[in-house]
T-cell receptor
Framework: GESVGLHLPTLSVQEGDNSIINCAYS??????FIWYKQESGKGPQFIID?????DKRQGQRVTVLLNKTVKHLSLQIAATQPGDSAVYFC??????????FGAGTRLFVKA | GAVVSQHPSRVICKSGTSVKIECRSL??????MFWYRQFPKKSLMLMAT?????????EQGVEKDKFLINHASLTLSTLTVTSAHPEDSSFYIC?????????FGPGTRLLVL
């Protein structure tokens, strides 16, 4: 069945450093991938997305990389700030809008 | 941007009672809404997909008679947890889509005593 997973459950970084959060997916038919940020007690917040016909997409301080060969997705956060502390989920869609979430990585930013 | 609201934000109920959670799209019409469930320190698990005016499609393992979903209008979907038990305590999150984008609500914390 479909599954999206993460390599690391927690990540601790120093403020100002870059963060890299990784994700592996298993459904090769997925054509759209999204990264979400979730703060405690809140719903997921969209960060950045990428379609399967791309391998890199950049936003403000964030970059998503997609490697379809090994079914790997990563989120890079530049100059990580205390406000970036949250749980980050990768998610995938296959065709329609049914979004399947990965396990999540908790990011701790040390001041 | 588009906003999705949920009501209530948190609810405490006694075991055996039913609880209704509302999900509203505030400035757009949502042809499809989704209900997710999230246990502490876990990921969001899709429970069901509801389309306006039709029956919801439930994911494998989700009891449709336990979790009643109604999507009577393009801006409102409700999830009713019937005969709630302590194991139903969880964070319930809805999501609504327009033609291009999926938006998530702030979640409802349910505690069943």
């Amino acid at each position: 069945g479909e599954s999206v997973g993460l390599h690391l459950p927690t990540l601790s970084v120093q403020e100002g450093d870059n963060s890299i959060i990784n994700c592996a997916y298993s459904n090769s038919a997925s054509d759209y991938f999204i990264w979400y940020k979730q703060e405690s007690g809140k719903g997921p917040q969209f960060i950045i997305d990428i379609r399967s016909n791309m391998d890199k997409r950049q936003g403000q301080r964030v970059t998503v990389l997609l490697n379809k060969t090994v079914k790997h997705l990563s989120l890079q956060i530049a100059a990580t700030q205390p406000g970036d502390s949250a749980v980050y989920f990768c998610a995938e869609r296959t065709g329609g809008f049914k979004t399947i979430f990965g396990a999540g990585t908790r990011l701790f930013v040390k001041a | 941007g588009a906003v999705v609201s949920q009501h209530p934000s948190r609810v405490i109920c006694k075991s055996g009672t039913s609880v209704k959670i509302e999900c509203r799209s505030l400035d757009f019409q949502a042809t499809t809404m989704f209900w997710y469930r999230q246990f502490p320190k876990k990921s969001l698990m899709l429970m069901a997909t509801s389309n306006e005016g039709s029956k919801a499609t439930y994911e494998q393992g989700v009891e449709k008679d336990k979790f009643l979903i109604n999507h009577a209008s393009l801006t409102l979907s409700t999830l009713t947890v019937t005969s709630a038990h302590p194991e139903d305590s969880s964070f319930y999150i809805c999501s609504a889509r327009d033609s291009e984008t999926q938006y998530f609500g702030p979640g409802t914390r349910l505690l069943v005593l």
